[in-house]
């Protein structure tokens, strides 16, 4: 089964003065392929979905609320993710909407999860990397209400690495108006925000849609020849690729009768009012609550040659 990121892939081992000792390693993770369309096209901010958490209900009647939108719960604790996005440069004297493909690198870290993010333009060609952690800090919005902001941090190595290039590049006239470190670095780390920002949506939705993390694999792997992997390293990468699927792929032909067992699939989520007598001590009793959606069939299938397994879904956070 072809990676459908072998592309930029390919593209990252070849550029210059990219760190690829790590590619191999990172190749063997899950992987998310999102390039299918714009970030912005993808429906994640569907109204029924859950939003906020209570996290205390206070004396003042006021509640303790946590926004998902600026939070990401990851599914996994390292995986690889693919985008694509339209963003507007800054040149000294008129903007540019441009293209940009995302490959990035995801790991789950106390004190905020780290991000590899290579970013291509392909008009250009050109390819930058932006390498930090995502810090996660907790503030009050004007409603009293606690919302998590992201702040990019650089990696204080990939930092001074990239202030060495910036030097470079203005000693050989190479670049434009941002002849100011900060100015140049804060539109990649505003993209690397956003990437970031499109992953925790994407986790939400995952959580409370219809929709499931679905891994796909070959049944027979087929062996590879060192020296192939070696040149193409995305030809021997073991890692399942990521589907959003509302149902497993059917297995055989479901019957008619009234004990027919349902097709694998999502059941949905919803909101439901908590009205039976058992819950009357319940803190919620007599509001409405959501149920979090639940997977009805077997967990692994196989179908075509390849195997579909579940990904376990994530802890209810409204519980």
């Known amino acids: 089964m072809k990676r459908p990121d072998a592309d930029i892939i390919r593209k990252i ?12 390693e990172v190749l063997d993770l899950p992987y998310f392929y999102m390039s299918y369309k714009m970030m912005n096209d993808f429906e994640f901010d569907a109204q029924e979905l859950p939003d906020q958490k209570v996290l205390e209900e206070r004396e003042d009647n006021r509640a303790l609320v946590r926004s998902f939108a600026s939070t990401a719960e990851l599914v996994y604790d390292e995986f690889v993710l693919t985008a694509r996005n339209r963003i507007q440069l800054e040149h000294d ?3 540019e909407v441009v293209d940009v493909n995302y490959w990035g690198y995801v790991k789950e870290r106390d004190g905020g999860d780290s991000v590899y993010l290579v970013i291509e333009y392909p008009d250009t060609k050109q390819i930058m990397v932006w390498e930090g952690r995502m810090v996660h800090q907790d503030t009050l919005d004007e409603n009293g209400v606690e919302v998590t902001r992201i702040s990019p941090r650089m990696d204080p190595d990939y930092e ?4 060495e290039w910036h030097r470079q590049m203005l000693a050989q006239n190479r670049i434009g108006g941002q002849k100011d470190f900060h100015d140049f670095i804060k539109g990649i780390s505003q993209q690397a925000g956003i990437y970031y920002m499109f992953i925790g949506k994407l986790m939400h939705y995952l959580k409370y849609s219809d929709k499931h993390a679905v891994e796909v694999v070959p049944e027979s792997p087929k062996p590879v020849s060192p020296v192939i992997a070696r ?5 021997a990468a ?8 509302d149902r497993m792929p059917a297995t055989q032909s ?16 919803h909101w439901k009012t908590l009205s039976h007598p058992r819950f009357r001590h319940h803190p919620k009793y007599g509001k409405k609550i959501y149920v979090k959606p639940s997977f009805v069939g077997p967990r692994q299938v196989s179908y075509e040659g390849n ?6 879904p994530l802890d209810d956070a409204l519980a």
């Open 254 to 269: 479901q019957g008619t009768g009234t004990h027919a067992s349902p097709k694998p699939h999502r059941r949905r989520g």
């Open 307 to 312: 195997i579909y397994r579940l990904v376990e």
């Open 238 to 245: 073991t890692g399942p690729r990521v589907l959003l699927l």
């Open 13 to 24: 081992k070849k550029a210059k003065g990219l760190d690829t000792k790590r590619l191999k």
């Open 93 to 95: 004297d008129h903007y």
């Open 231 to 235: 040149d193409r390293p995305w030809v």
């Open 160 to 163: 001074k690495t990239m202030r």
